[in-house]
């Protein structure tokens, strides 16, 4: 292996893991922005201020590892919906 390939692959596991620590975050994020929805109040307007900055963090995230190269974001991609299993499964969503 070239050293440049050796670079493109550390950096895709190094995305590849930030993909699944960032989309835990998101997930534990979407989850109180949800139990904010539902009840009434002033807990509202934190839950639309959670998803704005959700919403635009995940683009931020994306954003940087797309201009890394399409390996990085594929590889920032496959952590982030890894994240998104292991959230689901946490919450009891799939068996």
């Not at 109180?32 to 963090?57: K, M």
Request: net charge positive; aromatic share 8%.
């Amino acid at each position: 292996m070239t050293a440049e390939t050796m670079t493109m692959l550390a950096q895709a596991l190094g995305l590849g893991l930030a993909g699944i620590v960032f989309g835990l975050a998101y997930f534990a994020v979407l989850r109180r922005s949800i139990d904010g929805f539902l009840q009434p109040g002033r807990r509202r307007s934190l839950a639309v201020a959670l998803t704005v900055g959700r919403v635009a963090a995940a683009v931020l995230f994306l954003w940087l590892a797309a201009k890394l190269g399409a390996v990085a974001l594929i590889a920032a991609l496959v952590g982030f919906m890894t994240a998104r299993g292991i959230a689901l499964r946490r919450n009891g969503e799939v068996s």
